[in-house]
């Protein structure tokens, strides 16, 4: 377990978990949206791949994506276990609301320099839309992914519900 992707749906608490470990194994933790969101507008890095390719190329890593589509294929390939928090909608849908309305209220900094303003709310790009919408497609991605023979050298832990991630944490 040396170069991780921790996956699942939006809100699922990848960021979390993946900061967790970070820690505990002292493995490098990269927050895949700080690399994909470079600036104002939300804008996208126009060097990620190049980006994403570097810091995979050492030999420890934990990432907490299932990696957008321009470095998803670099991602699994170069890893060595994917960490699925494969959580329900009543488990996700609670979370996302909760902290994108803290971050809407306090106006908090993200990626580039961006915040979640009361209007984004109204956009299907909105993080608590996109959990909804996506969440079915996601986790057919994940499970198609987990299950494909290419990627089948990965060790990969799912896991249903927090507690059983609580539990594994516990035992590391």
Avoid: C
């Avoid at 749906?9 to 900061?19: E, F, H, N, Y």
């Amino acid at each position: 377990m040396e170069r991780i992707l921790v996956v699942g749906v939006t809100g699922a608490g990848k960021s979390t978990l993946a900061r967790t470990l970070s820690s505990r194994l002292g493995i490098p933790y990269h927050e895949m949206d700080a690399l994909y969101f470079d600036g104002p507008g939300w804008s996208v890095n126009p060097t990620l791949t190049d980006d994403v390719a570097a810091l995979t190329a050492g030999p420890r890593w934990i990432f907490d994506s299932l990696g957008y589509p321009e470095v998803r294929d670099l991602l699994w390939e170069r890893a060595d276990t994917v960490i699925w928090l494969d959580y329900p909608r009543r488990v996700v849908m609670p979370r996302i609301l909760r902290r994108s309305i803290r971050r809407t209220v306090t106006r908090e900094a993200l990626y580039g320099g961006n915040r979640e303003t009361w209007s984004d709310w109204l956009s299907r790009q909105h993080p608590a839309w996109w959990a909804w919408s996506q969440h079915t497609a996601r986790h057919q991605e994940v499970e198609r992914r987990t299950r494909a023979p290419r990627f089948a050298p990965l060790a990969t832990h799912r896991f249903g519900r927090p507690g059983a991630v609580a539990d594994w944490l516990a035992a590391l």
